[in-house]
Nanobody, 121 residues
Framework: QVQLVESGGGLVQAGGSLRLSCAASRSIFSINTMGWYRQAPGKQRELVATITSGGSTNYADSVKGRFTISRDNAKNTVYLQMNSLKPEDTAVYYC???????????????WGQGTQVTVSS
């Protein structure tokens, strides 16, 4: 069973930066779109950013110009560079990937376990 393993969360002051990473736990056949979502207390999970296998990106309006999503296809890893962090960015961040395992013809959606990002004012 493939797992997405996240790292890089933590506590940072407003205006600071963090870099999140998410890697697939084992070799797989193919990954399509990868992305980051977040969920703040009492709120629904929301999209932060996505990136296709070809490198096309999409961002939530609230993070445009501050966050950058990237991926390393050779390492099956997606990154989220977060700059100019604000207290309202505080949430649990989840990575997401559409993965095609060897022997299958379709893509399945996988989620990471989540990593806490806390931005103090």
């Amino acid at each position: 069973q493939v797992q997405l393993v996240e790292s890089g969360g933590g506590l940072v002051q407003a205006g600071g930066s963090l870099r999140l990473s998410c890697a697939a736990s084992r070799s797989i056949f193919s990954i399509n779109t990868m992305g980051w979502y977040r969920q703040a207390p009492g709120k629904q999970r929301e999209l932060v950013a996505t990136i296709t296998s070809g490198g096309s990106t999409n961002y939530a309006d609230s993070v445009k110009g501050r966050f950058t999503i990237s991926r390393d296809n050779a390492k099956n890893t997606v990154y989220l560079q977060m700059n100019s962090l604000k207290p309202e960015d505080t949430a649990v961040y989840y990575c997401n990937a559409a993965i095609r395992n060897s022997g299958r013809y379709s893509y399945d959606t996988y989620w990471g376990q989540g990593t806490q990002v806390t931005v103090s004012s």
